[in-house]
């Protein structure tokens, strides 16, 4: 399956019916979701691998692993709604996917690769934090989007917490009027995809 294949499968998923802005729920477009995963892919981290996607949200990027030929794909949340919806959407592409609800603070697994669009911490500062570290633990390899701002934070973080950041990417994620303190339609913000990896 090609990148374009992949992102018209992605549109056909079921977004949130009710976002919670502290958890930061923004939906996170199929075209970059296709775009991480079709990259991730071509460098080896898909394929017949396990994929963890933590904070997996209604499971785009869970759904996209399974679709390209991820061997065991988990997705983790701790919205019992957002695991709903993750559910009826692997269904309705009949993949086969693990959906765990549960703090990602709290989980603890094994996984090849992590897939990850964490809240950005603009309700909850430091919201970001327990994706990164539980990442490190999870995985040796992990594609995690975050805002520009905080990049002298990333890189820092992930340094103290046992990992080298050995890829970043700046991409324009558009954030829809998904909130009533939101005054545009759509506003597009710069974030940095880090591919970073466990030293041991």
Not at 87 to 102: A, G, P
Not at 105 to 128: C, H, I, M, R
Not at 156 to 163: A, D, S
Request: aromatic share 8%.
């Amino acid at each position: 399956m090609n990148k374009k294949q992949l992102e018209i499968k992605l549109t056909t998923l079921n977004g949130f019916k009710n976002p919670d802005p502290k958890l930061e729920q923004y939906q996170t477009p199929p075209g970059i979701v296709a775009s991480i995963v079709h990259l991730a892919y071509m460098q080896g981290n898909i394929k017949n691998q396990k994929v963890i996607d933590l904070g997996c949200g209604t499971g785009a990027f869970a759904i996209a692993a399974k679709l390209m030929d991820a061997e065991k794909v988990v997705g983790v949340d701790i919205d019992p709604k957002a695991i709903e919806i993750a559910k009826q959407n692997s269904e309705k592409l009949n993949v086969d996917v693990e959906w765990i609800q549960k703090d990602v603070s709290e989980f603890k697994g094994y996984s090849d690769t992590v897939l990850q669009n964490p809240p950005f911490g603009a309700q909850s500062k430091g919201s970001d934090r327990p994706f990164i570290k539980t990442a490190l633990n999870t995985a040796k390899t992990t594609y995690s989007i975050h805002n520009q701002g905080t990049r002298d934070f990333v890189e820092k973080y992930v340094r103290e917490h046992g990992g080298q950041i050995v890829e970043m990417t700046t991409i324009l994620f558009p954030i829809g009027r998904t909130f009533n303190f939101h005054k545009k339609k759509q506003k597009p913000v710069k974030v940095n995809l880090y591919k970073f990896i466990r030293d041991s």
